[in-house]
């Protein structure tokens, strides 16, 4: 059973006010805050990033795609996973908040899991449009909050989109190695690094 441990795997989101552009154009992106609510199983040398937003229809195909698979990683240990929120839609910023308050308050990641996916499933249908809707549905499904000011987070989130220069979703980032980094967007080209990926894990 792996230990969950708010260090190590970090939930990356842009506030509203952080646009891709403005990303883009930083030249001197802040440094991160170490701790910054972050959470993690156990480590591992591998590393999968997942860029995506929640109204966004292909990262909803993929969510639903591979979420039981990105759990299994994350239950057998070996591979961090990082999930990077990118604001293309309005809300997303909102969702994104709202997750951070779920896993902060999280017992484990698999509470956290399962607030990302009742987030994917109220975008996919625009069943929470204010603050109090999405506050309601978390009480709703007994997922726990806990607020905290985000903006220490959200210095990390910034790097994150910087450093592996991620401008669109669904896209997924494979680190093997620091010296092999592989990145696909798309949900066809997200399969085709999956299958390399797993194939790699089972060696």
């Known amino acids: 059973m792996n230990i969950f441990v708010r260090t190590r795997l970090v939930y990356i989101l842009l506030g509203a006010l952080c646009g891709l552009a403005a990303l883009a154009a930083t ?27 929640y109204f966004c229809t292909p990262c909803q195909k993929v969510e639903k795609e591979w979420e039981k698979t990105i759990a299994g990683l994350i ?4 591979v961090k996973v990082t999930f990077v929120d990118l604001p293309i ?10 997750f951070l308050y779920a896993f902060n ?8 899991l399962r607030a990302r996916q009742l987030l ?23 997922i726990p909050i806990k607020e905290y000011d985000t903006n220490k ?16 979703t669904p896209t997924f980032v494979f680190i093997y190695s620091p010296a092999d980094i592989r990145k ?11 299958a ?4 790699t894990l089972e060696q």
């Not at 239950?75 to 070996?78: D, I, P, Q, V």
Request: without cysteine.
């Open 196 to 199: 390399e990926f797993l194939n």
């Open 120 to 142: 994917f499933e109220k975008a996919s249908r625009f069943g929470a449009i204010t603050e109090q809707h999405l506050a309601n549905a978390m009480r709703e499904a007994n």
């Open 105 to 112: 308050a999280a017992s484990d990641y698999k509470e956290a």
């Open 153 to 168: 987070s959200l210095e990390r989130y910034k790097e994150m989109i910087t450093k592996y220069r991620a401008h669109s």
């Open 75 to 78: 239950e057998r240990g070996n």
């Open 184 to 194: 696909y967007s798309g949900s066809e080209l997200i399969r085709k690094g999956m």
């Open 89 to 98: 839609y309005k809300l997303t910023p909102l969702y994104g908040k709202y």
């Open 27 to 53: 030249n001197h992106p802040a440094h991160s805050d170490t701790n910054a609510p972050v959470f993690t199983s156990d480590s591992g040398p591998y590393e999968l990033i997942i860029f995506s937003d």
